[in-house]
Protein backbone atom coordinates (compact mmCIF):
# COMPACT_ATOMS: atom_id res chain seq x y z
CA UNK A 1 0.00 0.00 0.00
CA UNK A 2 1.02 3.40 -1.26
CA UNK A 3 0.45 6.37 1.12
CA UNK A 4 1.21 9.83 1.12
CA UNK A 5 3.46 11.16 3.76
CA UNK A 6 5.51 14.42 4.53
CA UNK A 7 8.02 14.52 6.49
CA UNK A 8 9.32 17.62 8.13
CA UNK A 9 11.20 16.28 11.32
CA UNK A 10 15.26 16.18 10.94
CA UNK A 11 15.29 12.41 10.65
CA UNK A 12 14.26 9.20 8.40
CA UNK A 13 10.92 8.16 7.62
CA UNK A 14 9.33 5.31 9.95
CA UNK A 15 10.32 1.93 8.70
CA UNK A 16 9.56 -1.96 9.62
CA UNK A 17 12.81 -3.22 11.41
CA UNK A 18 12.07 -7.01 10.20
CA UNK A 19 9.98 -8.03 7.06
CA UNK A 20 7.38 -9.63 9.61
CA UNK A 21 7.04 -6.12 11.88
CA UNK A 22 3.46 -4.54 12.14
CA UNK A 23 4.42 -1.55 13.50
CA UNK A 24 6.85 1.15 12.87
CA UNK A 25 8.75 3.63 15.10
CA UNK A 26 8.16 7.41 15.72
CA UNK A 27 10.50 9.58 16.54
CA UNK A 28 10.53 12.32 18.43
CA UNK A 29 11.05 15.77 16.43
CA UNK A 30 12.30 18.27 19.14
CA UNK A 31 14.51 21.08 19.25
CA UNK A 32 14.93 20.70 22.55
CA UNK A 33 15.06 17.37 25.08
CA UNK A 34 11.53 17.14 27.08
CA UNK A 35 11.73 16.05 30.52
CA UNK A 36 8.79 14.47 31.59
CA UNK A 37 8.35 14.22 35.59
CA UNK A 38 6.36 10.82 37.04
CA UNK A 39 2.75 11.05 36.18
CA UNK A 40 3.41 13.78 34.26
CA UNK A 41 1.97 13.72 30.41
CA UNK A 42 2.93 15.77 27.37
CA UNK A 43 2.49 15.60 23.10
CA UNK A 44 5.53 14.88 21.38
CA UNK A 45 5.74 16.07 17.89
CA UNK A 46 7.04 13.62 15.18
CA UNK A 47 7.22 16.07 12.30
CA UNK A 48 5.18 13.87 9.85
CA UNK A 49 1.86 14.44 8.07
CA UNK A 50 0.46 11.85 6.27
CA UNK A 51 -2.77 11.02 3.94
CA UNK A 52 -3.90 7.61 4.58
CA UNK A 53 -6.78 5.93 1.92
CA UNK A 54 -10.24 5.84 3.56
CA UNK A 55 -10.68 2.67 5.37
CA UNK A 56 -7.84 2.86 6.62
CA UNK A 57 -6.55 3.88 10.39
CA UNK A 58 -3.11 4.58 12.08
CA UNK A 59 -2.54 3.07 15.34
CA UNK A 60 0.07 4.75 17.71
CA UNK A 61 0.78 2.20 20.56
CA UNK A 62 3.93 2.40 23.31
CA UNK A 63 6.74 0.55 22.40
CA UNK A 64 7.54 -2.11 24.81
CA UNK A 65 11.19 -1.62 25.56
CA UNK A 66 10.20 1.61 26.85
CA UNK A 67 7.18 0.76 28.76
CA UNK A 68 9.24 -2.14 30.97
CA UNK A 69 12.46 -0.83 30.85
CA UNK A 70 11.22 2.79 31.76
CA UNK A 71 7.82 3.14 32.37
CA UNK A 72 7.01 5.29 29.42
CA UNK A 73 3.73 4.36 27.59
CA UNK A 74 1.18 5.51 25.21
CA UNK A 75 -1.47 7.59 27.58
CA UNK A 76 -4.41 7.04 24.62
CA UNK A 77 -2.99 3.76 23.84
CA UNK A 78 -3.83 2.79 20.87
CA UNK A 79 -4.20 6.57 19.77
CA UNK A 80 -5.94 6.77 16.54
CA UNK A 81 -4.97 8.78 13.43
CA UNK A 82 -7.99 9.29 11.01
CA UNK A 83 -7.76 8.70 6.93
CA UNK A 84 -8.90 12.68 7.11
CA UNK A 85 -6.58 13.66 9.52
CA UNK A 86 -3.87 16.31 7.85
CA UNK A 87 -1.80 17.45 10.98
CA UNK A 88 1.16 16.28 12.66
CA UNK A 89 1.24 13.16 14.30
CA UNK A 90 1.73 13.17 17.42
CA UNK A 91 2.18 11.27 20.62
CA UNK A 92 1.05 11.65 24.44
CA UNK A 93 3.52 10.20 26.31
CA UNK A 94 2.79 9.37 30.08
CA UNK A 95 5.63 8.44 32.38
CA UNK A 96 4.38 5.72 35.05
CA UNK A 97 7.99 5.60 36.95
CA UNK A 98 8.74 7.56 39.95
CA UNK A 99 11.75 8.68 37.93
CA UNK A 100 12.22 11.85 35.59
CA UNK A 101 12.84 10.92 31.61
CA UNK A 102 14.42 12.87 28.95
CA UNK A 103 12.82 12.54 25.31
CA UNK A 104 15.79 13.21 23.23
CA UNK A 105 15.36 14.38 19.50
CA UNK A 106 15.82 11.58 17.35
CA UNK A 107 14.44 9.34 20.24
CA UNK A 108 12.24 6.07 19.27
CA UNK A 109 8.90 6.93 21.17
CA UNK A 110 6.24 4.69 20.03
CA UNK A 111 5.62 2.34 16.85
CA UNK A 112 2.61 3.06 14.41
CA UNK A 113 0.40 0.29 12.56
CA UNK A 114 -1.81 1.00 9.53
CA UNK A 115 -5.20 -0.53 9.91
CA UNK A 116 -7.69 -1.43 7.83
CA UNK A 117 -11.42 -1.08 9.55
CA UNK A 118 -15.02 -0.83 8.58
CA UNK A 119 -17.95 1.98 9.54
CA UNK A 120 -20.91 0.48 10.67
CA UNK A 121 -24.42 0.86 9.58
CA UNK A 122 -26.81 0.65 13.07
CA UNK A 123 -29.87 -1.80 13.00
CA UNK A 124 -31.94 -1.34 16.02
CA UNK A 125 -34.39 -4.01 17.09
CA UNK A 126 -35.82 -5.32 20.30
CA UNK A 127 -33.99 -8.72 21.54
CA UNK A 128 -30.22 -9.86 20.20
CA UNK A 129 -29.18 -13.49 19.01
CA UNK A 130 -28.47 -15.25 21.99
CA UNK A 131 -25.37 -16.90 22.53
CA UNK A 132 -23.34 -19.20 24.96
CA UNK A 133 -21.44 -16.57 26.75
CA UNK A 134 -24.63 -14.02 26.98
CA UNK A 135 -23.50 -11.11 28.49
CA UNK A 136 -20.69 -12.58 30.98
CA UNK A 137 -18.06 -10.44 30.87
CA UNK A 138 -14.75 -9.14 32.77
CA UNK A 139 -13.85 -11.96 34.54
CA UNK A 140 -16.73 -14.36 34.09
CA UNK A 141 -15.05 -17.51 32.83
CA UNK A 142 -13.38 -18.12 36.40
CA UNK A 143 -9.92 -18.00 37.71
CA UNK A 144 -7.73 -20.64 36.24
Known sequence: MKVQIINRSKHPLPTYATVASAGMDLRADLDEPITLKPLQRTLVPTGLYMALPVGY?????????LALKKGIT??????TIDADYRGQVGVILVNLSSEEFVIEDGERIAQMVIARHEQVEWQPVEVLEETERGAGGFG???VK
Open 140 to 142: HSG
Open 74 to 79: VLNTPG
Open 57 to 65: EAQVRPRSG
